[in-house]
Protein backbone atom coordinates (compact mmCIF):
# COMPACT_ATOMS: atom_id res chain seq x y z
CA UNK A 1 0.00 0.00 0.00
CA UNK A 2 1.27 3.67 -0.84
CA UNK A 3 2.04 5.65 2.20
CA UNK A 4 1.71 8.96 0.77
CA UNK A 5 5.27 9.64 0.36
CA UNK A 6 5.39 9.66 3.99
CA UNK A 7 5.66 7.82 7.14
CA UNK A 8 2.67 8.41 9.92
CA UNK A 9 3.39 9.92 13.08
CA UNK A 10 2.07 7.15 15.00
CA UNK A 11 4.72 4.49 13.13
CA UNK A 12 7.39 6.74 14.26
CA UNK A 13 6.40 7.19 18.15
CA UNK A 14 5.82 3.75 18.43
CA UNK A 15 9.16 2.90 16.41
CA UNK A 16 12.73 2.47 17.78
CA UNK A 17 14.49 1.13 14.91
CA UNK A 18 13.78 4.51 12.75
CA UNK A 19 15.91 6.48 15.36
CA UNK A 20 18.88 7.92 13.64
CA UNK A 21 17.01 7.34 9.65
CA UNK A 22 15.72 10.46 7.54
CA UNK A 23 11.73 10.19 7.85
CA UNK A 24 9.19 12.29 5.65
CA UNK A 25 6.47 13.52 7.85
CA UNK A 26 3.12 15.56 6.77
CA UNK A 27 0.33 16.87 8.86
CA UNK A 28 -1.03 19.79 9.95
CA UNK A 29 0.90 21.77 12.80
CA UNK A 30 -0.97 22.63 16.07
CA UNK A 31 1.94 24.95 17.33
CA UNK A 32 5.13 26.56 16.76
CA UNK A 33 7.56 28.51 19.38
CA UNK A 34 10.73 29.07 19.47
CA UNK A 35 13.78 31.81 19.73
CA UNK A 36 16.16 33.45 16.88
CA UNK A 37 18.17 30.53 16.58
CA UNK A 38 15.20 27.27 16.54
CA UNK A 39 11.78 26.74 15.77
CA UNK A 40 9.94 23.94 17.54
CA UNK A 41 6.59 23.17 15.16
CA UNK A 42 4.23 20.21 16.84
CA UNK A 43 2.88 18.17 13.87
CA UNK A 44 0.13 16.39 14.37
CA UNK A 45 -1.51 13.91 11.16
CA UNK A 46 -4.39 12.12 13.31
CA UNK A 47 -2.70 8.89 13.26
CA UNK A 48 -2.19 9.43 17.05
CA UNK A 49 -2.97 11.65 19.71
CA UNK A 50 0.45 12.60 20.17
CA UNK A 51 2.59 15.01 18.22
CA UNK A 52 6.08 15.10 16.43
CA UNK A 53 8.42 17.64 17.45
CA UNK A 54 10.29 19.15 14.61
CA UNK A 55 13.22 21.26 15.14
CA UNK A 56 14.16 23.68 12.45
CA UNK A 57 17.47 25.56 12.60
CA UNK A 58 15.95 29.06 11.89
CA UNK A 59 19.49 29.70 9.73
CA UNK A 60 19.16 27.00 7.62
CA UNK A 61 15.60 28.61 6.49
CA UNK A 62 14.11 31.02 4.73
CA UNK A 63 12.39 33.47 6.94
CA UNK A 64 9.24 33.67 5.04
CA UNK A 65 9.02 29.92 4.90
CA UNK A 66 9.41 29.90 8.43
CA UNK A 67 6.89 32.87 9.33
CA UNK A 68 4.10 31.00 6.58
CA UNK A 69 4.50 28.07 9.11
CA UNK A 70 0.88 28.58 11.85
CA UNK A 71 -1.32 26.66 13.86
CA UNK A 72 -3.45 24.92 11.64
CA UNK A 73 -1.17 25.14 8.06
CA UNK A 74 -0.46 21.69 6.74
CA UNK A 75 3.20 21.01 6.19
CA UNK A 76 5.67 18.34 5.25
CA UNK A 77 8.61 18.14 6.52
CA UNK A 78 11.80 15.77 6.05
CA UNK A 79 14.97 15.09 8.29
CA UNK A 80 16.84 12.98 11.14
CA UNK A 81 14.65 11.21 13.94
CA UNK A 82 16.95 11.22 16.76
CA UNK A 83 16.16 10.95 20.67
CA UNK A 84 14.65 14.08 21.72
CA UNK A 85 16.91 15.62 24.63
CA UNK A 86 13.20 17.75 25.63
CA UNK A 87 10.97 15.49 28.27
CA UNK A 88 7.81 15.89 26.48
CA UNK A 89 8.62 13.55 23.75
CA UNK A 90 11.03 10.12 22.80
CA UNK A 91 11.78 11.08 19.75
CA UNK A 92 11.76 14.24 17.48
CA UNK A 93 12.89 14.75 13.85
CA UNK A 94 15.86 17.93 13.04
CA UNK A 95 14.31 19.08 10.24
CA UNK A 96 16.61 19.33 6.50
CA UNK A 97 13.57 20.70 4.31
CA UNK A 98 10.33 21.60 5.18
CA UNK A 99 7.57 22.58 2.29
CA UNK A 100 4.24 24.25 3.20
CA UNK A 101 0.87 22.33 1.46
CA UNK A 102 -1.56 24.99 3.12
CA UNK A 103 -1.36 27.83 5.27
CA UNK A 104 -3.80 29.73 7.15
CA UNK A 105 -4.62 33.48 8.27
CA UNK A 106 -5.77 35.04 11.44
CA UNK A 107 -9.16 33.56 10.90
CA UNK A 108 -8.29 30.22 11.23
CA UNK A 109 -10.99 29.50 14.27
CA UNK A 110 -8.42 26.65 16.24
CA UNK A 111 -5.85 29.08 17.00
CA UNK A 112 -5.53 28.29 20.99
CA UNK A 113 -6.46 25.53 23.00
CA UNK A 114 -9.20 25.42 24.83
CA UNK A 115 -12.56 25.90 22.95
CA UNK A 116 -15.76 24.73 24.66
CA UNK A 117 -17.32 22.08 23.33
CA UNK A 118 -20.34 24.21 22.32
CA UNK A 119 -18.07 26.83 20.14
CA UNK A 120 -16.84 23.21 18.58
CA UNK A 121 -19.95 22.16 17.32
CA UNK A 122 -20.76 25.07 15.52
CA UNK A 123 -17.44 24.32 13.51
CA UNK A 124 -18.18 20.81 13.30
CA UNK A 125 -16.56 20.67 9.78
CA UNK A 126 -12.73 21.62 11.56
CA UNK A 127 -13.49 19.86 15.34
CA UNK A 128 -11.55 16.85 13.83
CA UNK A 129 -8.47 18.69 14.02
CA UNK A 130 -8.74 19.11 17.69
CA UNK A 131 -7.43 16.19 20.19
CA UNK A 132 -10.48 15.46 21.60
CA UNK A 133 -12.60 14.64 18.25
CA UNK A 134 -9.33 13.04 17.43
CA UNK A 135 -9.28 10.82 19.98
CA UNK A 136 -13.26 10.49 19.98
CA UNK A 137 -13.36 9.49 16.24
CA UNK A 138 -10.59 7.17 16.52
CA UNK A 139 -12.51 5.29 19.36
CA UNK A 140 -15.82 6.02 17.35
CA UNK A 141 -13.78 3.54 14.52
CA UNK A 142 -12.33 1.02 16.93
CA UNK A 143 -15.69 0.38 18.65
CA UNK A 144 -17.21 -0.18 14.44
CA UNK A 145 -14.38 -2.35 13.88
CA UNK A 146 -14.75 -4.20 17.02
CA UNK A 147 -18.71 -4.58 16.19
CA UNK A 148 -18.00 -6.27 13.07
CA UNK A 149 -15.11 -8.63 14.57
CA UNK A 150 -17.23 -10.09 17.05
CA UNK A 151 -20.20 -11.12 15.33
CA UNK A 152 -17.76 -12.47 12.48
CA UNK A 153 -15.93 -14.29 15.34
CA UNK A 154 -19.32 -15.71 16.31
CA UNK A 155 -20.60 -16.61 12.99
CA UNK A 156 -22.95 -13.86 12.43
CA UNK A 157 -23.91 -12.70 9.19
CA UNK A 158 -23.75 -8.91 8.57
CA UNK A 159 -27.18 -8.10 6.57
CA UNK A 160 -28.14 -4.57 5.01
CA UNK A 161 -31.47 -3.57 5.53
CA UNK A 162 -32.84 -0.73 3.99
CA UNK A 163 -33.07 2.76 4.83
CA UNK A 164 -35.95 3.79 3.58
CA UNK A 165 -39.15 1.72 4.18
CA UNK A 166 -42.98 1.39 4.17
CA UNK A 167 -43.53 0.23 7.48
CA UNK A 168 -42.84 1.75 10.77
CA UNK A 169 -40.92 -0.46 13.52
CA UNK A 170 -41.02 0.70 16.81
CA UNK A 171 -44.95 2.89 16.59
CA UNK A 172 -43.02 4.91 18.77
CA UNK A 173 -41.11 8.08 17.64
CA UNK A 174 -42.43 10.26 14.36
CA UNK A 175 -40.75 9.34 11.32
CA UNK A 176 -38.90 11.41 8.27
CA UNK A 177 -41.05 11.20 5.06
CA UNK A 178 -38.86 10.32 1.87
CA UNK A 179 -41.15 11.59 -1.19
CA UNK A 180 -40.17 13.30 -4.19
CA UNK A 181 -43.39 15.25 -4.47
CA UNK A 182 -43.84 18.51 -5.43
CA UNK A 183 -44.51 19.85 -1.73
CA UNK A 184 -46.01 23.46 -3.29
CA UNK A 185 -48.10 21.32 -5.29
CA UNK A 186 -49.20 18.43 -3.85
CA UNK A 187 -51.27 15.60 -5.91
CA UNK A 188 -54.82 15.19 -3.88
CA UNK A 189 -57.17 12.19 -4.69
CA UNK A 190 -60.58 12.68 -4.86
CA UNK A 191 -61.01 12.70 -0.95
CA UNK A 192 -58.90 15.38 -1.22
CA UNK A 193 -55.62 13.27 0.71
CA UNK A 194 -52.13 13.40 -0.52
CA UNK A 195 -52.03 11.18 -3.66
CA UNK A 196 -49.35 8.83 -3.31
CA UNK A 197 -49.90 6.36 -6.42
CA UNK A 198 -48.12 9.45 -8.09
CA UNK A 199 -44.99 9.16 -5.47
CA UNK A 200 -41.87 7.88 -6.44
CA UNK A 201 -42.63 4.57 -4.66
CA UNK A 202 -46.24 4.74 -5.16
CA UNK A 203 -47.24 5.05 -1.20
CA UNK A 204 -46.23 6.63 1.60
CA UNK A 205 -42.68 5.79 2.60
CA UNK A 206 -40.19 7.05 5.09
CA UNK A 207 -36.36 6.61 6.68
CA UNK A 208 -36.53 3.40 8.98
CA UNK A 209 -36.48 4.05 12.52
CA UNK A 210 -34.61 0.37 12.83
CA UNK A 211 -33.82 -2.59 10.72
CA UNK A 212 -35.51 -4.91 12.94
CA UNK A 213 -38.47 -6.53 10.94
CA UNK A 214 -36.33 -7.04 8.32
CA UNK A 215 -33.03 -8.48 9.95
CA UNK A 216 -36.12 -11.07 11.81
CA UNK A 217 -36.23 -12.32 8.24
CA UNK A 218 -32.80 -12.45 7.55
CA UNK A 219 -32.49 -14.87 11.25
CA UNK A 220 -34.95 -16.88 9.96
CA UNK A 221 -33.02 -18.17 7.80
CA UNK A 222 -29.43 -17.49 8.70
CA UNK A 223 -30.00 -18.04 12.13
CA UNK A 224 -27.37 -15.41 13.12
CA UNK A 225 -27.52 -12.01 11.96
CA UNK A 226 -26.58 -8.70 12.59
CA UNK A 227 -27.28 -5.11 11.05
CA UNK A 228 -25.31 -1.58 11.83
CA UNK A 229 -25.84 1.18 10.28
CA UNK A 230 -27.80 4.42 10.45
CA UNK A 231 -31.37 4.95 11.32
CA UNK A 232 -33.97 7.64 11.68
CA UNK A 233 -36.32 9.11 14.20
CA UNK A 234 -38.00 12.84 14.13
CA UNK A 235 -38.46 13.00 17.33
CA UNK A 236 -38.50 15.97 18.97
CA UNK A 237 -36.06 15.09 21.63
CA UNK A 238 -33.81 18.11 22.56
CA UNK A 239 -31.05 16.10 25.11
CA UNK A 240 -27.54 15.19 25.35
CA UNK A 241 -28.60 11.49 24.66
CA UNK A 242 -31.22 11.93 21.63
CA UNK A 243 -30.15 12.01 17.89
CA UNK A 244 -32.32 12.09 15.15
CA UNK A 245 -29.99 10.42 12.48
CA UNK A 246 -28.15 7.58 15.04
CA UNK A 247 -26.27 4.53 14.37
CA UNK A 248 -27.76 1.25 15.96
CA UNK A 249 -26.70 -2.34 15.84
CA UNK A 250 -29.00 -4.98 15.60
CA UNK A 251 -28.36 -8.70 16.30
CA UNK A 252 -31.07 -11.03 15.67
CA UNK A 253 -30.93 -14.75 16.68
CA UNK A 254 -32.64 -17.71 15.64
CA UNK A 255 -33.30 -20.27 18.31
CA UNK A 256 -32.87 -17.63 21.44
CA UNK A 257 -35.20 -16.99 24.33
CA UNK A 258 -34.70 -14.10 26.36
CA UNK A 259 -32.46 -15.15 28.52
CA UNK A 260 -29.73 -16.03 25.66
CA UNK A 261 -30.38 -12.32 24.74
CA UNK A 262 -29.57 -11.30 27.48
CA UNK A 263 -26.24 -13.34 27.42
CA UNK A 264 -25.46 -11.66 24.29
CA UNK A 265 -26.18 -8.62 25.04
CA UNK A 266 -23.89 -8.58 27.98
CA UNK A 267 -21.07 -10.28 26.92
CA UNK A 268 -21.03 -8.20 23.71
CA UNK A 269 -21.02 -4.94 25.88
CA UNK A 270 -17.65 -6.23 27.86
CA UNK A 271 -16.13 -7.21 24.36
CA UNK A 272 -16.40 -3.54 23.00
CA UNK A 273 -15.52 -1.78 26.60
CA UNK A 274 -12.45 -4.32 27.51
CA UNK A 275 -11.44 -3.49 23.29
CA UNK A 276 -11.28 -0.34 24.04
CA UNK A 277 -9.59 -0.27 26.88
CA UNK A 278 -6.74 -2.69 25.23
CA UNK A 279 -6.53 -0.81 22.05
CA UNK A 280 -7.69 3.06 22.86
CA UNK A 281 -5.51 3.60 25.85
CA UNK A 282 -3.94 6.24 24.70
CA UNK A 283 -7.02 8.80 23.63
CA UNK A 284 -8.84 7.08 26.93
CA UNK A 285 -6.06 8.31 28.93
CA UNK A 286 -6.13 11.94 27.57
CA UNK A 287 -10.00 11.67 27.67
CA UNK A 288 -10.10 11.01 31.26
CA UNK A 289 -7.42 13.62 31.99
CA UNK A 290 -9.55 16.50 30.16
CA UNK A 291 -13.27 15.24 30.63
CA UNK A 292 -13.66 12.54 33.43
CA UNK A 293 -11.03 10.96 35.52
CA UNK A 294 -13.78 8.31 36.44
CA UNK A 295 -13.36 7.13 32.81
CA UNK A 296 -11.22 4.13 32.87
CA UNK A 297 -12.25 2.62 36.44
CA UNK A 298 -15.79 2.66 35.39
CA UNK A 299 -15.09 0.81 32.05
CA UNK A 300 -13.22 -1.80 33.95
CA UNK A 301 -15.93 -1.96 36.65
CA UNK A 302 -18.71 -2.92 34.01
CA UNK A 303 -16.02 -5.49 32.17
CA UNK A 304 -15.63 -6.85 35.68
CA UNK A 305 -18.95 -7.20 36.81
CA UNK A 306 -22.52 -8.96 36.17
CA UNK A 307 -25.01 -6.87 35.14
CA UNK A 308 -28.09 -7.36 37.36
CA UNK A 309 -31.47 -9.20 36.01
CA UNK A 310 -34.47 -7.20 37.42
CA UNK A 311 -38.04 -7.60 36.70
CA UNK A 312 -39.62 -4.20 35.35
CA UNK A 313 -42.21 -4.73 37.81
CA UNK A 314 -39.37 -5.32 41.12
CA UNK A 315 -37.61 -1.74 39.68
CA UNK A 316 -40.63 0.09 39.95
CA UNK A 317 -41.06 -1.37 43.24
CA UNK A 318 -37.73 0.05 44.78
CA UNK A 319 -38.23 3.13 42.80
CA UNK A 320 -41.82 3.24 44.86
CA UNK A 321 -39.80 2.39 48.35
CA UNK A 322 -37.06 4.81 47.34
CA UNK A 323 -38.44 7.76 48.75
CA UNK A 324 -36.77 10.08 46.11
CA UNK A 325 -38.94 12.81 44.55
CA UNK A 326 -38.33 12.02 41.21
CA UNK A 327 -39.43 14.69 38.21
CA UNK A 328 -41.62 11.98 36.79
CA UNK A 329 -43.31 10.41 39.78
CA UNK A 330 -43.57 6.70 39.63
CA UNK A 331 -46.20 4.02 39.52
CA UNK A 332 -46.80 0.77 37.55
CA UNK A 333 -47.56 0.99 34.08
CA UNK A 334 -45.59 3.85 33.14
CA UNK A 335 -42.32 3.93 31.00
CA UNK A 336 -39.08 4.79 33.18
CA UNK A 337 -37.76 8.06 32.79
CA UNK A 338 -33.91 8.54 32.18
CA UNK A 339 -34.01 9.62 36.10
CA UNK A 340 -35.73 5.95 37.17
CA UNK A 341 -33.23 4.56 35.51
CA UNK A 342 -30.48 5.97 36.51
CA UNK A 343 -31.43 6.30 40.27
CA UNK A 344 -31.60 1.80 39.90
CA UNK A 345 -28.44 1.75 38.46
CA UNK A 346 -25.99 4.68 40.08
CA UNK A 347 -27.89 4.45 43.01
CA UNK A 348 -29.47 1.41 44.16
CA UNK A 349 -27.14 -1.34 42.39
CA UNK A 350 -24.57 0.42 41.30
CA UNK A 351 -24.27 -1.49 38.12
CA UNK A 352 -25.71 -1.98 34.74
CA UNK A 353 -28.85 -3.29 35.26
CA UNK A 354 -30.85 -5.22 32.78
CA UNK A 355 -34.46 -4.96 33.49
CA UNK A 356 -37.16 -7.51 31.38
CA UNK A 357 -40.82 -7.96 31.29
CA UNK A 358 -42.49 -4.43 30.60
CA UNK A 359 -46.10 -3.84 30.78
CA UNK A 360 -47.01 -4.74 27.06
CA UNK A 361 -48.88 -1.40 26.52
CA UNK A 362 -45.22 0.54 26.55
CA UNK A 363 -43.73 -1.78 24.37
CA UNK A 364 -43.97 -2.37 20.65
CA UNK A 365 -46.17 -4.91 18.92
CA UNK A 366 -43.85 -7.32 17.95
CA UNK A 367 -42.47 -8.51 21.57
CA UNK A 368 -43.70 -11.64 23.31
CA UNK A 369 -46.48 -12.35 25.31
CA UNK A 370 -45.84 -13.56 28.90
CA UNK A 371 -47.93 -15.95 30.22
CA UNK A 372 -49.60 -13.16 33.10
CA UNK A 373 -50.94 -11.51 29.65
CA UNK A 374 -50.13 -8.39 30.39
CA UNK A 375 -46.04 -7.88 30.49
CA UNK A 376 -43.97 -9.23 27.30
CA UNK A 377 -40.44 -10.28 27.30
CA UNK A 378 -38.83 -6.90 26.36
CA UNK A 379 -35.66 -6.30 27.76
CA UNK A 380 -33.57 -2.69 28.77
CA UNK A 381 -29.99 -2.59 29.36
CA UNK A 382 -29.34 0.48 32.02
CA UNK A 383 -25.91 1.77 32.28
CA UNK A 384 -24.57 4.37 34.43
CA UNK A 385 -24.86 8.38 33.35
CA UNK A 386 -26.04 7.16 29.89
CA UNK A 387 -29.75 5.13 30.76
CA UNK A 388 -30.96 2.97 27.83
CA UNK A 389 -28.33 1.63 25.95
CA UNK A 390 -29.76 -0.98 24.66
CA UNK A 391 -33.52 -1.88 24.00
CA UNK A 392 -34.19 -5.52 22.51
CA UNK A 393 -36.85 -8.57 23.71
CA UNK A 394 -37.87 -12.18 22.45
CA UNK A 395 -40.27 -11.83 19.23
CA UNK A 396 -43.72 -13.50 18.96
CA UNK A 397 -43.38 -16.33 17.23
CA UNK A 398 -47.08 -17.28 16.63
CA UNK A 399 -49.43 -16.20 14.34
CA UNK A 400 -52.37 -15.95 16.48
CA UNK A 401 -50.78 -13.84 19.25
CA UNK A 402 -49.17 -11.33 16.87
CA UNK A 403 -51.75 -11.20 14.48
CA UNK A 404 -53.96 -9.86 17.78
CA UNK A 405 -51.29 -7.12 19.33
CA UNK A 406 -50.95 -5.87 15.38
CA UNK A 407 -54.41 -5.19 15.08
CA UNK A 408 -54.90 -3.74 18.97
CA UNK A 409 -51.72 -1.26 18.41
CA UNK A 410 -52.93 -0.24 14.59
CA UNK A 411 -50.65 -1.36 12.18
CA UNK A 412 -52.50 -1.69 8.89
CA UNK A 413 -52.24 -5.50 8.00
CA UNK A 414 -50.53 -4.15 4.43
CA UNK A 415 -47.89 -2.34 5.55
CA UNK A 416 -46.43 -5.65 7.65
CA UNK A 417 -48.27 -9.12 5.72
CA UNK A 418 -44.99 -10.14 5.13
CA UNK A 419 -43.99 -9.93 8.60
CA UNK A 420 -46.61 -12.10 9.30
CA UNK A 421 -46.23 -14.41 7.16
CA UNK A 422 -42.84 -15.30 8.76
CA UNK A 423 -44.97 -16.37 11.77
CA UNK A 424 -47.00 -18.60 9.22
CA UNK A 425 -44.10 -20.87 7.14
CA UNK A 426 -41.49 -21.88 9.62
CA UNK A 427 -41.85 -19.71 12.20
CA UNK A 428 -39.11 -19.94 15.29
CA UNK A 429 -38.67 -18.77 18.45
CA UNK A 430 -35.74 -16.04 17.94
CA UNK A 431 -34.97 -12.62 19.97
CA UNK A 432 -33.00 -10.00 19.78
CA UNK A 433 -31.95 -6.31 20.33
CA UNK A 434 -30.62 -2.80 19.09
CA UNK A 435 -27.55 -1.51 20.98
CA UNK A 436 -27.26 3.02 19.82
CA UNK A 437 -24.12 2.87 18.68
CA UNK A 438 -23.52 6.87 20.15
CA UNK A 439 -24.91 5.69 23.49
CA UNK A 440 -22.22 3.21 23.30
CA UNK A 441 -19.20 6.16 22.16
CA UNK A 442 -20.86 8.80 25.13
CA UNK A 443 -20.25 5.73 27.71
CA UNK A 444 -16.61 4.46 25.93
CA UNK A 445 -15.16 8.38 25.71
CA UNK A 446 -16.97 9.82 28.73
CA UNK A 447 -18.20 12.65 26.71
CA UNK A 448 -21.23 13.85 27.81
CA UNK A 449 -23.23 15.22 24.94
CA UNK A 450 -24.05 12.45 22.51
CA UNK A 451 -23.61 15.54 19.41
CA UNK A 452 -20.18 14.64 20.86
CA UNK A 453 -19.93 11.77 19.34
CA UNK A 454 -20.98 11.72 16.51
CA UNK A 455 -18.99 13.50 13.43
CA UNK A 456 -21.78 15.29 12.34
CA UNK A 457 -24.65 15.60 14.24
CA UNK A 458 -28.42 15.93 13.47
CA UNK A 459 -30.67 17.15 15.73
CA UNK A 460 -33.71 19.61 15.37
CA UNK A 461 -33.13 22.36 13.46
CA UNK A 462 -29.68 21.38 13.08
CA UNK A 463 -28.06 19.37 9.86
CA UNK A 464 -25.19 21.99 9.05
CA UNK A 465 -22.22 20.06 7.69
O1 LIG B 1 -35.14 0.85 22.14
P1 LIG B 1 -35.16 1.10 20.66
O2 LIG B 1 -36.15 2.04 20.12
O3 LIG B 1 -35.30 -0.35 20.02
C1 LIG B 1 -35.44 -0.64 18.70
O4 LIG B 1 -35.36 0.14 17.79
C2 LIG B 1 -35.56 -2.12 18.43
N1 LIG B 1 -36.12 -2.29 17.09
C3 LIG B 1 -34.21 -2.76 18.59
C4 LIG B 1 -34.25 -4.24 18.38
O5 LIG B 1 -34.82 -4.97 19.18
N2 LIG B 1 -33.66 -4.73 17.30
O6 LIG B 1 -33.71 1.59 20.21
C5 LIG B 1 -32.57 0.81 20.46
C6 LIG B 1 -31.45 1.66 21.01
C7 LIG B 1 -31.77 2.34 22.33
O7 LIG B 1 -31.58 1.48 23.42
C8 LIG B 1 -30.78 3.49 22.33
O8 LIG B 1 -29.50 3.04 22.72
C9 LIG B 1 -30.71 3.85 20.86
O9 LIG B 1 -31.16 2.73 20.13
N3 LIG B 1 -31.55 5.01 20.53
C10 LIG B 1 -31.08 6.24 20.25
N4 LIG B 1 -29.84 6.72 20.21
C11 LIG B 1 -29.67 8.02 19.87
N5 LIG B 1 -30.69 8.85 19.55
C12 LIG B 1 -31.97 8.41 19.58
N6 LIG B 1 -32.98 9.24 19.24
C13 LIG B 1 -32.21 7.04 19.94
N7 LIG B 1 -33.32 6.27 20.05
C14 LIG B 1 -32.89 5.05 20.41
MG1 LIG C 1 -36.07 1.53 23.83
Redesign the pocket.
Known sequence: MSSGGRTKIAELLQSKTAIGTDVVVKGWVRTKRGNKNVAFIALNDGSIIHNIQIVADVNKFDESLLKNITTGSCIKACGKLVESLGSGQPVEIQAESIEIYGTTDASYPLQKKGHSLEFLREIAYLRPRTNTFGAVLRIRHAMAFAIHKYFNDHGFYYLHTPLITGSD??G?GAMFNVTTLDLNNIPKTEEGKVDYSQDFFGKPCNLT??G?LE?ELGALALSQIYTFGPTF?A?N?NTP???AE?W?I?P?VAFYELEDNMELAEDFLKYLIQYALDNCQDDLQFLAKMYDNELIDRLKFVVDNDFVRLDYTEGIDILMKSGVKFEFPVSWGLDLQSEHERYLVEQHFKKPVILINYPKEIKAFYMKLNDDGKTVRAM?VLFPKIG??????QREENLDKLRQRVEEVGVPEKDIWWYLDTRRWGTAPHS?????F??LLLFVTGMSN?RDVIPFPRTPKNAEF
Open positions: CEAVSQGRESRHLFMEEDEIIGGSGFGLGERI
